[in-house]
T-cell receptor, first 115, second 110 residues
Framework: NAGVTQTPKFRVLKTGQSMTLLCAQD?????MYWYRQDPGMGLRLIHY???????AKGEVPDGYNVSRLKKQNFLLGLESAAPSQTSVYFC??????????????FGDGTRLSIL | SQQGEEDPQALSIQEGENATMNCSYKTSINNLQWYRQNSGRGLVHLILIRSNEREKHSGRLRVTLDTSKKSSSLLITASRAADTASYFCATPSGYSTLTFGKGTMLLVSP
């Protein structure tokens, strides 16, 4: 049981390049989330999904797009990378929404540097 | 918008001592969660306390919740070097999402 797996673990991009971060979970969770973590800022929600085929914006969605074509996968895309997107990106999943008291399960992150 | 705020930002103790971290939040909640993050790793869920609970235990962890003061505390008893990590509180924001605080960095020295 791998839990939440993020690929790649590290990546360096040049400004303007594009890339996709992949998150996969094997727990049959309905809800999936993408966060970024920056020093002194805590975790900030980028986008999330409450089920296959659905996506919604979080606190800091600009510059990112997401897709949830399969229940187990949640993709985060950067169409034109900017230095401000240098961060550590975390994916998480949960069985259902949090007002039903479900914890989130996190991957180990993707460390992304934009030069 | 930041809902939970941890205090202190950093805490340094010796092995065997107790560590207490606090979390304050702004709006009414139906549960509050605590997570741990080891260096270079993702967050790991520690404990969830519901709004109708005042105290909850899990091993060496004790969590309290005071809804009248909109605050929670996490106590780690008999700390070990392996407890060195950042600790975050998280509160529901809307139906489907959590808002995390900025965390308390705990250093436990041998």
């Amino acid at each position: 049981n791998a839990g939440v797996t993020q690929t790649p673990k590290f990546r360096v991009l040049k400004t303007g390049q594009s890339m996709t971060l992949l998150c996969a979970q094997d727990m049959n969770h309905e809800y999936m989330y993408w966060y970024r973590q920056d020093p002194g800022m805590g975790l900030r929600l980028i986008h999330y999904s409450v089920g296959e085929g659905t996506t919604a914006k979080g606190e800091v969605p600009d510059g990112y797009n997401v897709s949830r074509l399969k229940k187990q996968n949640f993709l985060l895309g950067l169409e034109s990378a900017a230095p401000s997107q240098t961060s550590v990106y975390f994916c998480a999943s949960s069985y259902s929404g949090h007002n039903s008291n479900q914890p989130q399960h996190f991957g180990d992150g993707t460390r992304l540097s934009i030069l | 918008s930041q809902q939970g705020e941890e205090d202190p930002q950093a805490l340094s103790i010796q092995e065997g001592e107790n560590a207490t971290m606090n979390c304050s939040y702004k709006t009414s909640i139906n549960n509050l969660q605590w997570y741990r993050q080891n260096s270079g790793r993702g967050l790991v869920h520690l404990i969830l306390i519901r709004s109708n609970e005042r105290e909850k235990h899990s091993g060496r962890l004790r969590v309290t919740l005071d809804t009248s003061k909109k605050s929670s505390s996490l106590l780690i008893t008999a700390s070990r070097a392996a407890d060195t990590a950042s600790y975050f509180c998280a509160t529901p924001s809307g139906y489907s999402t959590l808002t995390f605080g900025k965390g308390t960095m705990l250093l436990v020295s041998p």
